[in-house]
């Protein structure tokens, strides 16, 4: 059980938790949740060690190893196979072991080396990292690239390998499901369910954690408070609260109100003043009931747009592709007005290169792109933070895009977003990743888009943002084509499927839960096949090892059975030697006496030592033939 008890913690200024409690029991999978900045990650550097409480106790099985996701992009050659199998450390020592033990030719450590390689299931620990890579979406040619090759969203999903490799008890995962797609979150959240320790995630996936998890913790008013089931049933039992809250509050201003009255009205007259006493009395002794502020700070819409003509884009028998590699080929594909759509694939499929083969950044091969006049395109890029000028503000950027707009209606406008006062102001290096989101998407919203082309816009978006741009979208009267891993947001956003595979755009014929259905079924079809592919591979490789790990047991008989062969002619040749001098007459003779006598005991010595050896000789090989 880990037990954090009357504990506070202070960043800077910043108090985060005061008299707070935590705890969470063996086995158990928690979300943890609550506002940007309320220390959700601060609470992770304190299960880490890296991070010490100003007060209370810390309680934790000495014993647990943890595993946690990396944020910092990796920066390796190693290749992605290794780095991945170097989240078993004890795995790599073991192999450090194996590796001095050969070079000095000590096999009984050897062997005690590979005992315990076979005790951590340590031969197979390849095929389970192929399997892990294969799940979160990497293919057979990459898994021997080096690291260095891989774009920044890969690589951090070679981070979450690295972390489900390394053996624990306790798992923590900050956002582990940016940068997936949907095929690779459900892939996650089966070996998620497998796990057999204490899982802690943070995520701004409430379906993800809806299927992952069991208890919610939300952090609130520097305090810890945990609520049984997903994320849904949360967020249902956090309303009522507010709502009572709520009403408790109104109750009792109300109240107030009376007695405050009563008191400005009898106070004064000796008459009342006993009961205007009691009033007073009454109004110290109340209890102080919170105001709830349940408003999220995000507020904004999309503006109206332009309508445009019907089809507004157009790809007529388009080629796309990069270089010598062509990823459609012949597509026809029209977005019609207040068209929602959402293209469904796996990481690879295509889904970026037809947005922007529509957007019309990607040049076609062949064919032609037809727009027409008057749509104004808003695209949000799985990259798009990285063309925000970081050394201008949010404001300085909204008034660049209109310059002859007020200071005051640009404010107001940032301000939905939460960019209010003096944070309008700041460069926009000093901004979270979840800033520098929102700002992206303030950009293209100020420009009045009647198209949207969003790349997973929900990166770094926590739940309320989330909420918020839901809502937007809803009400978004524009034509929509969304790239996204929050099957939520597809649920409520968008009513048309494309599915992109083998280098087609099909219409799927069903809703998200049925794509998730196909992805299940395709998964445990790959899954036999893999398993049974790994079985043949690690039957193969087991045959291998046995017969290695036989040789390396065999190999310190092999060479003791050599010395003992050794000893055996030098031995067998003495006592030749001494029948040689038995067998001369003349050794009998008067003066020879002692010498015959001495000669009769050394063999007599050697035949019984020759026989000790003979019988070790063949115990050793009735030992290497019961191996």
């Not at 880990?2 to 935590?22: K, M, P, V, W, Y």
């Not at 970026?352 to 032609?368: A, V, W």
């Not at 929050?486 to 049925?514: A, C, M, S």
């Amino acid at each position: 059980m880990i037990r954090l008890a009357n504990f506070e913690l202070r960043r800077g200024e910043n108090l985060l938790f005061e008299n707070a409690n935590f705890w969470v029991h063996a086995g158990q999978k928690i979300g943890l949740t609550g506002r940007n900045g309320c220390g959700k990650s601060s609470l992770f550097e304190i299960l880490l060690g890296s991070l010490t409480i100003d007060a209370g106790t810390l309680t934790m099985p000495s014993h647990w190893r943890i595993a946690h996701l990396a944020q910092e992009t990796i920066s390796s050659d190693r290749e992605i196979i290794d780095f991945v199998v170097d989240g078993d450390k004890s795995l790599r020592e073991i192999e450090a072991e194996i590796e001095s033990a050969e070079a000095r030719n000590d096999y009984e450590r050897l062997a005690v080396a590979f005992d315990k390689l076979e005790n951590i299931n340590g031969f197979d620990a390849y095929h389970r990292a192929k399997l892990m890579l294969y799940g979160l979406g990497f293919d057979e040619s990459q898994i021997n690239l080096p690291c260095s090759q891989l774009s920044g969203g890969w690589r951090l999903r070679l981070n979450l390998a690295q972390a489900l490799m390394s053996p624990s008890e306790l798992l923590l995962l900050d956002e582990p499901t940016n940068h997936l797609d949907i095929n690779a979150v459900l892939w996650l959240e089966q070996w998620l369910k497998d796990y057999q320790g204490v899982v802690i995630v943070i995520s701004h996936d409430r379906e993800f954690l809806d299927n992952v998890v069991e208890s919610i913790i939300q952090i609130e008013e520097l305090q810890c408070q945990m609520y049984a089931g997903g994320y849904s049933s949360f967020e249902k039992v956090r309303c009522e609260q507010l709502s009572h809250q709520a009403k408790a509050y109104e109750k009792q201003e109300r109240r107030r109100r009376e007695i405050q009255r009563f008191i400005d009205r009898f106070g004064s007259k000796a008459s009342k003043a006993r009961q205007a006493q009691s009033r007073l009395k009454e109004l110290k002794r109340m209890k102080t009931e919170t105001a709830i502020d349940v408003n999220s700070p995000f507020h904004f819409t999309f503006f109206d747009s332009q309508v445009v003509a019907s089809p507004l884009i157009s790809l007529n028998n388009a080629c796309l592709g990069y270089g010598t590699d062509i990823v459609f080929s012949g597509l026809n594909f029209r977005i019609q007005p207040s068209e929602r759509i959402a293209f469904l694939g796996a990481n690879g499929s295509g889904k970026s290169t037809l947005l922007t083969g529509l957007l019309g950044s990607l040049k076609l091969k062949n064919g032609n792109r037809i727009v027409k006049k008057h749509l104004q395109i808003g695209y949000f890029s799985q990259h798009q933070i990285e063309t925000l000028d970081l050394s201008a503000s949010a404001l300085q950027h909204l008034r660049r895009a209109s310059p002859e707009a007020s200071d005051q209606d640009l404010r107001n406008f940032l301000g939905s977003f939460d960019f209010s006062n003096a944070r309008a102001l700041n460069p926009v290096e000093s901004f979270s990743g979840g800033e520098k989101s929102r700002l992206a998407l303030a950009l293209i919203i100020w420009r009045r888009p009647n198209l949207l082309l969003l790349d997973e816009p929900t990166n770094h978006l926590d739940l309320e943002m989330r909420r918020a741009l839901i809502c937007a979208l809803q009400s978004y009267s524009g034509a929509l084509i969304v790239v996204s891993h929050d099957r939520h947001l597809l649920r409520t956003t968008v009513d048309k499927f494309y599915l992109i595979e083998d280098h087609k755009v099909l219409l799927f014929d069903g809703e998200i839960k049925d794509y998730e259905s196909r992805l299940r079924e395709n998964r445990i079809s790959i899954k036999t096949s893999k398993l049974t592919e790994g079985k043949n591979i690690l039957s193969r490789k087991s045959n291998r090892q046995n017969l290695a790990k036989e040789r390396v047991l065999t190999r310190s008989l092999k060479v003791e059975i050599r010395q003992i062969e050794l000893e055996m002619q030098d031995l067998q040749e003495r006592v030749l030697e001494a029948q040689r001098i038995l067998a001369d007459p003349s050794s009998y003779d008067r003066e020879n006496q002692e010498k015959l006598q001495t000669t009769v005991a050394e063999e007599g010595r050697l035949r019984a030592h020759l026989g000790q050896r003979e019988d070790r000789w063949l115990q050793l090989n009735s030992e290497i033939e019961h191996l």
